[in-house]
């Protein structure tokens, strides 16, 4: 099993930054991917972009290409999304979620961390 624990999230303004972490624990940690997911109210869980654990290569959604990071510390077992230039329409509770499969499938979660942006 794997532990996944979000932090970071929080209520910030329009055009701010937040930097969220996820830390994972339990069984040998080594992801084929770890992506970043939100669920904005009323709306379905979407992949924010996701990184693949070796090699450090991304992927984003569009709407967040050139304004979010993903980034990891292999040493910390730790995912992190850098979050600027923030909009309202970013608000959401964000999940973090690891994949052993090479697909996008995912097979652990966590609990998730709401962010607020407000206008």
């Known amino acids: 099993q794997v532990q996944l624990v979000e932090s970071g999230g929080g209520l910030v303004q329009a055009g701010g930054s937040l930097r969220l972490s996820c830390a994972a624990s339990?069984?040998?940690?080594?992801?084929?991917?770890m992506g970043w997911f939100r669920q904005a109210p009323g709306r379905e869980r979407a992949l924010v972009g996701r990184?693949?654990?070796?090699?450090?290569?991304?992927y984003y959604l569009d709407s967040v290409k050139d304004r979010f990071t993903i980034s990891r510390d292999n040493s910390k077992n730790t995912l992190y999304l850098q979050m600027n230039s923030l909009k309202p329409e970013d608000t959401a509770v964000y999940y973090c979620?690891?994949?052993?499969?090479?697909?996008?499938?995912?097979?652990?979660w966590g609990q998730g961390t709401q962010v607020t942006v407000s206008s």
């Open positions: 990184i693949r654990w070796a090699d450090g290569s991304t």
């Open positions: 979620a690891a994949s052993y499969a090479g697909t996008d499938t995912y097979h652990y």
């Open positions: 339990g069984r040998t940690f080594r992801p084929i991917f």
